[in-house]
């Protein structure tokens, strides 16, 4: 046994009290197995503010798949470095963060925030600096005529997609008449829109969609306007929690349907008995048997979450569309280098040629869940869509809405130049 | 009476600011740039608050009309500068009209609510409308050929906009500082520091008032579309209630009753933020730690601190 | 000429009555001297011509102009100067600066070397803060202010509150030094010794009425002040 001296004590609280001012700009160690140069990975996360409940998980997810990644072989043999900031879910420091991974830490890929106000303006940014911007943006606008750019690409689901393969399946299962409650802001509006097409394509019908307004402090005169005729309704707000349990305790027991990636937002348990019998959009299940994937075990256990989906050190629900959405990020990244040759940033360009002539993802470790297509006219991936639905206090599968079904026409073409 | 050593310390800060923008490279001159657009809406605070004796929560709200005008006014007049910045300096002064002559019916204190709900209300508005606001998704600046004075000019978080805030400012401060030798900045100050007492002398308090507000809006206004064109995207956030009370924290760390102190509160509260981002995510508790100890000891903030000098010299 | 005619004065706040039917006039030249007790209205019939806090009824002639509807700075540029009881100066302005914006206010002010002649005491303070100055002094630079303005009509409201005796004569020398300028003075006031000494005409106010008015004399001789005031002063 290593005699401990009072020099070793020194030392190491030195060295705990000199990590301790490490700076969040996170750094990952190479690990064995990889060599070379590492190759940078800058993180645009929320890590506090307002969306900073779903940034909780692609922290989670990224740090935890990069340290996967570095144990098994890295990217083209060369270990992963990351580099996380805090966009604080503001978009002027979020853009100026981005700067700051360009800039400075010169970054080689960016991962990109959630929230879309800073991942549009963002995106251009990352264009001119021709890094390629992997998206985490779930605002179809993102990939949409005006914001589209040739560094840019999404590995994750957005309001249309989800929209177009969900609407159909609960239409046929829950009722053909709907009323959305919606958050009247632009994400609350794409929503409803998106679903209304949806849902009208899908032989339904909306009735009055309900405006929520941002900031409201009580939900009571909005709830109160809802048709209580409707088979269903849909509810894209962000306070989706407090709407639900307003909603029950109104006396409405229709069939609730939450906007996509609302189960990163919060968590479900949260809800209680209200709970029950609420459906959910997500690009994967919580829990592991509905997904039938030991891709996707092996990332759970990569990020210290259990077979129901919890993670064990916080104790959260996992916020699976995150973590999906960065590990499809992350594969996009891994296998678009390997395939490509790529070596140093001035190859992205060819690396993005490349990319637009791959069509499918096939299933594997960073694509847990099945083909991922990916469209190279706007650069949008199209995935399983999992309806979700929470019953006996647990969240489970209810219908898988096949990727096809999730195609909506782009309004680009970034093939073209 | 002029403040000479307030305006040859915002000049000074600015100066240095030009000075060292070469040396600290690409970021750091687009961090110091988006500051400057940032302390016009600190002084715009300033003034609103201790000259037209509107403690207004809603200066964001004028700053961001200033941005978005900036945006839409692009689309019409191309890359003209000028237009654009004109168009932002219109865009406040309008709005700063319309709310001032509201809140001037209003109490001191019915004021400061009454610019709150403005604030709340016009981002409520800015929300829903996205059409015209792109709401939380925003809308970028029209790419365009952008010029100043028939220059080619590039927009954009960079040094030449550093350069060009940093220009305007100092001009409107040494405006600022001719004019508060005049007899009608006289009259402004008797007016802010008993409105009736003016009255009685023959001033139209009421109009003084409003005239101020409406220069603070100006000033916001302008400020806002600096922050378009160095930004190149303007989100709803601007017009929040919370950059509103940015740009009262920023006025009250620089002294909220000199015009030169925003400069010094935007500096301080903003670059401490950037450097702190690099090494902790608790920015925001350490930044309100900042402002207690600056409530608790330097109340009158920065510019107030050679008052206290002087009066203890004094003594 | 006449400086000043109320006709059925009437003042308001909400609904509470405060004067009724004030008839009032005042000639260039003249002091007025308006007294009563504490409460009686005093204040309030001069905020009420200057246009500043009760809702009024009935007709005001201010140098041969209806102040119906005008507001108080349109009132002060008719030629009034006023001099509240509360706060006088502009605590953060010099008194040079005092005066200047009183200055700025009128086409052709009085000089500043002749109000400091008058008032030599606030010649050493003109450069320091009004707000440091002593109450005293304080309503010294209130009156430079009105002689700044070379008003036509002055209502003060008890200006020599607070005043020791030596500038409670010099404040009651000013107002009849502005009297024989033609200006037409109205002042409130408790020191009942001054307004006999100054004042040509008094009337005595009481529950917003006018209850008595006259001379000095004719004060002293009706022994009014005991029935109105509650004290025998004199």
């Not at chain 1, 401990?4 to 030392?11: A, D, E």
């Not at chain 1, 048709?227 to 307003?246: E, H, M, T, W, Y």
């Not at chain 2, 995510?281 to 207690?292: A, N, W």
Request: proline share 3%.
């Amino acid at each position: 046994m290593k005699r401990i001296s009072r020099r070793n004590v020194l030392l190491g609280s030195a060295a705990a009290a000199t990590a301790s001012l490490v700076p969040t700009a996170v750094t990952r160690v190479l690990a064995q197995g990889t060599s070379g140069d590492p190759i940078v990975i800058g993180h645009q996360c929320e890590l506090t503010g307002w969306d900073s409940a779903t940034g909780f998980w692609r922290d989670k997810a990224a740090t935890g798949l990069v340290d996967w990644l570095n144990a098994n072989g890295g990217i083209a043999g060369r270990p992963v470095r990351l580099v996380t900031v805090d966009t604080k879910s503001d978009v002027d420091t979020g853009v100026n963060q981005l700067r700051h991974l360009l800039i400075q830490e010169k970054v080689d890929f960016v991962i990109g925030a959630e929230i879309s106000s800073i991942a549009l303006a963002s995106n251009t940014i990352a264009n001119e600096n021709r890094t390629l911007y992997m998206t985490m943006s779930s605002s179809e606008a993102t990939t949409g005529k005006g914001a589209a750019v040739p560094y840019q690409f999404r590995m994750t689901t957005n309001s249309a997609a989800t929209a177009a393969g969900a609407a159909q399946k609960y239409v046929e299962s829950i009722g053909k008449r709907w009323a959305t409650f919606f958050a009247d802001i632009k994400w609350g509006q794409s929503e409803r829109d998106w679903w209304q097409k949806g849902v009208t394509a899908a032989g339904g019908e909306i009735g009055r969609a309900i405006a929520l307004p941002v900031d409201a402090p009580d939900l009571l005169p909005f709830i109160a306007q809802i048709d209580r005729s409707a088979d269903g309704i849909f509810i894209p707000v962000l306070n989706a929690l407090q709407a639900i349990q307003l909603l029950r305790s109104s006396g409405y027991d229709q069939q609730v349907v939450l906007a996509g990636l609302s189960f990163s937002l919060f968590d479900y348990r949260e809800l209680g008995a209200v709970g029950d019998g609420v459906f959910g959009i997500e690009t994967a299940p919580v829990a592991l048997k509905d997904s039938a994937s030991s891709e996707m075990a092996e990332i759970y256990k990569a990020l210290g979450i259990d077979d129901d989906g919890i993670h064990t050190a916080s104790g959260k629900a996992a916020g699976t569309s995150m973590i999906m959405g960065i590990a499809q990020s992350l594969g996009f990244v891994k296998a678009n280098v390997e395939a490509s040759g790529w070596k140093v940033k001035d190859d992205t360009a060819a690396l993005i040629r490349h990319a637009e002539t791959v069509e499918t993802y096939a299933k594997g470790p960073l694509f847990p869940l099945g083909d991922v297509i990916v469209r190279p006219q706007d650069h949008q991936a199209f995935m399983d869509i999992y309806l979700l639905k929470i019953a006996g206090g647990a969240v489970g599968k209810y219908a898988v809405a096949p990727k096809e079904s999730t195609i909506y026409p782009a309004e680009v073409d970034l093939t073209k130049g | 009476m002029r403040d000479r050593v307030g305006i040859v310390t915002a000049l000074g800060v600015l100066a240095v600011l030009c000075a060292i923008a070469p040396l600290v490279g690409e970021f750091w001159s687009g961090v110091l740039a988006r500051c400057v657009s940032w302390m016009f809406l600190a002084i715009s605070f300033s003034l609103a608050y201790s000259y037209a004796n509107i403690p207004s929560v809603a200066q964001a709200t004028v700053f961001g009309a200033g941005a978005y005008a900036a945006v839409w006014a692009t689309s019409l007049v191309g890359g003209n500068m000028i237009l654009i910045m004109t168009a932002g300096v219109a865009a406040g002064a309008l709005i700063a009209l319309v709310f001032g002559a509201l809140l001037l019916k209003m109490s001191h204190s019915g004021a400061a609510i009454g610019t709150i709900i403005f604030a709340v209300t016009f981002s409520m508005l800015g929300n829903a409308a996205v059409a015209y606001t792109g709401g939380t998704d925003g809308l970028p600046m029209p790419a365009q050929a952008f010029h100043l004075l028939g220059m080619p000019f590039a927009v954009g978080p960079n040094i030449g906009m550093l350069l060009l805030g940093s220009a305007v400012l100092a001009a409107l401060l040494v405006a600022f500082w001719l004019f508060s030798g005049t007899r009608t900045w006289r009259v402004v100050r008797a007016v802010q520091q008993n409105a009736m007492r003016a009255q009685v002398l023959g001033y139209n308090a009421a109009g003084y008032r409003l005239a101020v507000f409406a220069v603070s809006g100006c000033v916001a206004g302008l400020g806002g579309a600096l922050y378009a064109l160095i930004s190149r995207h303007v989100a709803i956030e601007v017009v929040s209630l919370s950059m509103s009370l940015k740009s009262i924290l920023w006025a009250a760390v620089g002294g909220v009753t000199s015009i030169y102190g925003g400069p010094i509160g935007v500096l301080a509260v903003q670059l401490a933020s950037e450097l702190l981002l690099r090494w902790t995510v608790r920015v925001d508790l350490i930044i309100g730690l900042m402002l207690i100890a600056v409530a608790l000891w330097m109340p009158r903030g920065v510019m107030g601190l050679r008052r206290s000098r002087s009066s203890q010299q004094s003594q | 000429m006449e400086a000043l005619r109320t006709t059925d004065l009437r003042a308001f706040y909400g609904k509470a009555q405060v004067l009724h039917g004030i008839d009032l006039a005042a000639e260039g030249g003249v002091v007025t001297a308006i007294l009563g007790r504490n409460g009686a209205g005093k204040t309030t019939l001069l905020q009420s011509l200057m246009g500043l806090g009760p809702r009024v009824e009935g007709e005001t002639t201010i140098l041969g102009q209806s102040t119906a509807g005008l507001a108080t700075d349109a009132i002060a540029r008719l030629g009034v100067a006023y001099m509240p009881q509360d706060v006088r100066v502009f605590p953060k302005l010099s008194v040079r600066e005092n005066i200047q914006v009183a200055a700025h206010s009128v086409k052709s002010p009085r000089p500043l070397r002749e109000i400091l002649d008058v008032l030599p005491e606030i010649e050493p303070k003109l450069d320091s803060p009004a707000g440091t100055l002593s109450g005293g002094q304080q309503q010294l630079v209130g009156i430079a202010r009105s002689l700044s303005m070379r008003c036509r009509l002055l209502l003060m409201d008890e200006p020599t509150e607070g005043l020791m005796p030596r500038l409670v004569t010099q404040v009651g020398a000013i107002v009849r030094r502005l009297a024989a300028e033609g200006v037409s003075v109205i002042i409130v006031e408790q020191n009942v010794g001054l307004v006999l000494e100054i004042a040509d005409v008094i009337h005595i106010v009481e529950k917003g009425q006018i209850k008595w008015q006259g001379s000095p004399d004719q004060l002293v001789s009706a022994q009014v002040l005991d029935r109105y005031m509650g004290v025998n002063v004199l």
